[in-house]
């Protein structure tokens, strides 16, 4: 209860404060958006990774023949799940740069 109250009072200041005010917090806002939405996005990336790459691994200890065919389908995996955190890293860009919130 504490936690909601607190938020919504925070929350309120960016409401009641002048037009310059408002536009300081929410590019505070922002900024604390951007790096907590890029921090989910390169753990839950690094998760997704670590877990590709242990079964390629494991993959390629049961079956060696397949090893370059699972190398081949791991780096496509790889590559599509970097892509997430890079859109993460765009959208977080856009806004810290090119606010539409202001």
């Known amino acids: 209860m504490k936690k909601a109250l607190f938020l919504v009072l ?9 037009e310059e005010a408002a536009n300081t917090m929410v590019q505070a806002y922002s900024v604390l958006a951007a790096g907590i939405g ?8 690094a998760i997704g990774m670590g877990n590709t790459a242990a079964a ?36 977080a860009l856009i806004a810290l740069y090119a606010n539409p919130f202001l």
């Open 38 to 45: 890029l921090g989910i996005a390169a753990m839950g990336g």
């Open 10 to 18: 925070a929350f309120a200041t960016a409401a009641f404060a002048s």
């Open 56 to 91: 390629t691994i494991a993959g390629t200890a049961r079956n060696p023949g397949m090893g370059g065919k699972l190398m081949t389908t791991m780096f496509i995996a790889l590559a599509m799940i970097e892509a997430q955190v890079i859109y993460t890293l765009v959208i």
